[in-house]
């Protein structure tokens, strides 16, 4: 797992994106959650900078 992580470590916001979209499909289609998809999209988000380097350790505010 830690050899995959460390490969691919940085595509993984591409999984959290398919389940974002799904979430924001549900909300406007079916009877979806406005807190899933915001918190899908967050997380995404975080994802994405971590992935890219963006946002580094020290101004992570979960890794404290």
Do not use: C, Q
Request: hydrophobic share 50%.
């Amino acid at each position: 797992m830690k050899g995959l992580l460390a490969k691919y470590g940085r595509h993984f916001w591409v999984v959290a994106l398919a389940v974002s979209l799904f979430a924001w499909y549900d909300l406007l289609f079916d009877r979806g959650s406005i807190f899933d998809a915001l918190m899908f999209s967050g997380l995404t988000y975080y994802f994405f900078l971590t992935g890219t380097g963006r946002l580094t350790n020290e101004n992570d505010p979960f890794s404290k």
